[in-house]
């Protein structure tokens, strides 16, 4: 990479030197910045149908750095029109500067419908600065870094729009900025296409892993054997010597957390809130809270968690399965996940297994009895149908099989996702250096 010849002290301590005849400069100084704020906010009722009001964009419309529409609210007329200053059009930049995703930005394009933000958002108009130099920029490390040293305390993360407006950013001669734009959407144009061509793998991956489940835990191992109808639509015929029954057959304990969660405590017995504690078959203890002994000894007066017994997300999110191993003891947990406990007639392993296979997912969510929010009751649970081989040595088979099925396909997924993982540092990296002038990509 060229460097450029001349470098000045920036005055900036976390940009260092720039390139001489750069400026640093305020973000205030080449932009606009309006935000929904006071009276101007809207309830639930403000939201409408659509063709009864404008779109309301929210974090959920930035992926990636991108505009997407995939997701729409509309806000009436009313809401929209007493507020111009946010309604949105073409080459405005939006920036979201509260919640859990605060630096999310993105350029809006083709924007062919009204449109307008909700309060979460700011979007950067009438721009004295190359809009897309700018939108590098924000994307990069340098004003990322500015941005979350500004966010306030508290369980909503937020910054301010003076904060945001009183934030460096680096200034080239619109000829530079324009070259260095160029440089940037062919090189990150690239990157991007690897990144993609890596996801599409793992999603290939992913299809794979699951219709290696759905085949063995509903037709087993052995493609020769005589069938017969399961009784159920969904997975159709299953092996002659295989059994349909329910779950209430199959279970010694089912359970759900507590309903009315204790007081929580800094040290203590380690508690599951819900589906975030419960990913990719895993518990995750990273980020749980914690409770009194005395509170654990009087939740658990009805039942103890054992090792391989089996953790399910049963509200919100839907589905999520993990084991119990005997190092993860004692714990305890909310409402929203549910304990299975498999009797000997099944392997708790197999039933794991069952558990993520595409038929009992699908059941799951079609007896979903929320609307706002899923959830899914305990005897609703007790009655889904499974199928399973009635000797134990198959079961086994089955499990030793997806086991090493399962294994094979996450390694490659972790190895792709490291890739990815690169590549997008990388983009970081490169957008970063050329914004700063650390590399030089533009022509005398």
Request: proline content about 3%; hydrophobic content about 35%.
């Amino acid at each position: 990479m060229k460097q450029y010849s001349q470098m000045k002290e920036s005055g900036i301590e976390s940009i260092g030197k720039i390139p001489e005849g750069w400026e640093s400069r305020k973000l205030r100084t080449v932009c606009n910045m309006f935000g929904r704020i006071g009276y101007r906010g809207y309830t639930i009722n403000d939201i409408v149908e659509e063709g009864e009001g404008a779109i309301t964009l929210s974090p959920s419309n930035i992926i990636d750095d991108k505009f997407d529409l995939n997701k729409k609210i509309y806000l009436s007329w009313m809401k929209y029109e007493e507020s111009p200053e946010i309604q949105i059009f073409d080459n405005d930049i939006l920036l979201v500067k509260t919640g859990s995703t605060v630096g999310k930005v993105c350029m809006i394009t083709n924007a062919t419908e009204k449109m307008t933000i909700n309060p979460q958002l700011v979007v950067l108009k009438s721009l004295k600065i190359n809009s897309n130099f700018l939108l590098f920029f924000m994307v990069s490390n340098v004003f990322k870094d500015q941005l979350y040293a500004s966010i306030a305390g508290g369980s909503t993360p937020t910054t301010s729009q003076g904060e945001i407006l009183s934030h460096h950013i680096l200034f080239p001669s619109p000829k530079e900025q324009k070259q260095i734009v160029s440089y940037l959407d062919k090189k990150t144009a690239k990157i991007d296409d690897e990144i993609t061509k890596n996801q599409n793998l793992i999603k290939l991956l992913q299809e794979k892993r699951q219709s290696e489940i759905n085949h063995a835990v509903t037709k087993g191992l052995d493609d020769s054997v005589e069938m017969k109808d399961s009784g159920i639509e969904w997975i159709g015929k299953i092996p002659e010597e295989w059994v349909n029954t329910k779950l209430k057959f199959i279970l010694s304990l089912l359970k759900d957390g507590s309903h009315n969660p204790p007081p929580r405590v800094d040290d203590g017995i380690k508690f599951l809130s819900g589906a975030t504690d419960i990913k990719n078959s895993k518990i995750l203890f990273d980020k749980c809270s914690f409770i009194s002994k005395d509170d654990y000894v009087e939740l658990h007066k009805r039942y103890q968690l054992k090792d391989k017994d089996i953790l399910l997300t049963i509200v919100a999110t839907l589905g999520n399965v993990a084991i119990v191993e005997q190092k993860d003891l004692p714990f305890s947990m909310q409402r929203s996940i549910a304990v299975l406990r498999s009797k000997s007639i099944i392997s708790h392993k197999f039933l794991f297994y069952f558990l993520h296979s595409k038929y009992f997912q699908e059941n799951l969510i079609s007896k979903n009895h929320g609307s706002v929010k899923p959830g899914i009751y305990l005897g609703e649970l007790n009655n889904i149908s499974l199928v399973y081989p009635q000797n134990i040595s198959e079961q086994k088979q089955i499990v030793s099989y997806l086991d090493e099925k399962t294994t094979k396909i996450d390694s490659l997924i972790s190895k792709i996702q490291l890739q990815i993982s690169n590549l997008q540092d990388f983009r970081e990296s490169l957008i970063s250096s050329a914004v700063t002038g650390k590399i030089k990509v533009a022509q005398a």
